[in-house]
């Protein structure tokens, strides 16, 4: 027991401690452009982490590519239950967007590295690629009430995908200098992404405490009942298994906030889910990785 223990704390407190020199830097007035960095992400650091990922990663395209499927399959499930609940209570039904995007960026990669390696990382990579695509693509238009099918054929992040897969099926080797500096940019995204999570929560304030309470506490459960779920489902074990269910069970994305506002949505509604749901993981992330860690 002991030993588990250090071993889920060795890999929780540097995700931890590297979120709050984000959230000590932006408490004590420092300046930090979150969308300069935001953008810089998404268009360069990101696709250079898949494309090298993927390019380089010893891990069968078929596994990456099921875990990719598995991913939708969350996504599918997760959406119909959120709408379901949210039209019930006679909620928004496109706040469903908040209640499936979790954060596999900026916590789902660091933690599925740290918890089982490069496999893991690839794994979570695949899995983040999926959700990547979807939530600016159709998560992005649920928000807007409108669909752009070029939003998603111009994204970097399917690009990489695409080039990544077709240089590890192909076998070509591609100059030292462009491995080396994909490489390089990969380096950069996982610190930059837990420092600007730091950042970001720390400009959020809950509204409405006891509704999102409330909406946090079903979306954790109903997010960690179909990680087990479809894990189950497609026969995943070892790091396959264990990066689903912590990619589906990791809290809602800061995204999530940045696109409600944009798109006039319930913004402080969807700020508390995050916060909510981060401030829950401390609690819950523990026991998920001692369940699924070898």
């Given amino acids: 027991m002991y030993e588990s223990f250090t071993t889920i704390t060795g890999i929780l407190l540097p995700t931890i401690l590297m979120a709050c020199i984000g ?38 395209i078929s596994e990456l590519a099921r875990i990719a499927m598995a991913a939708c399959v969350v996504h599918v499930i997760a959406t119909a239950i959120a709408v379901t609940c949210l039209k019930v209570a006679g909620k928004d039904w496109r706040l469903a967007v908040a209640h499936v995007v979790g954060n596999t960026g900026n916590l789902g990669l660091p933690l599925c590295l740290l918890a089982f390696g490069e496999q893991g990382l690839a794994f979570a990579m695949a899995y983040f690629a999926v959700q990547c695509l979807l939530m600016f693509s159709i998560g992005d238009a649920i928000y807007a009430g409108r669909f752009s099918v070029n939003a998603m054929f111009r994204s970097p992040v399917l690009a990489a995908v695409v080039v990544g897969v077709a240089v590890r099926l192909s076998g070509v080797q591609l100059p030292d200098v462009i491995m080396d500096t994909t490489d390089l940019l990969s380096g950069l995204v996982i610190p930059i992404m837990l420092i600007t999570l730091g950042v970001s929560l720390a400009s959020l304030k809950v509204d409405q405490l006891p509704n999102c309470l409330f909406w946090s506490l079903i979306r954790t459960g ?18 396959a298994k264990g990066v689903l269910i912590i990619q589906a069970c990791v809290p809602v994305a800061v995204f999530n906030f940045l696109l409600a506002q944009k798109h006039g949505r319930d913004a402080s509604e969807v700020s508390g889910l995050i916060l909510i749901t981060h401030l829950a993981s401390v609690a819950y992330l523990p026991v998920i990785l001692h369940a699924v860690l070898p």
């Fill in 23 to 60: 959230y000590v830097w932006a408490t004590r007035g420092g300046e930090y452009p979150v969308s300069f960095v935001t953008t810089l992400v998404i268009n360069i650091g990101l696709p250079a982490l898949l494309f090298h990922t993927l390019a380089t990663s010893t891990v069968q």
């Fill in 222 to 239: 109903v997010a960690v009942s179909i990680g087990f779920f479809v894990a189950g489902l497609f026969g995943f074990e070892g790091p």
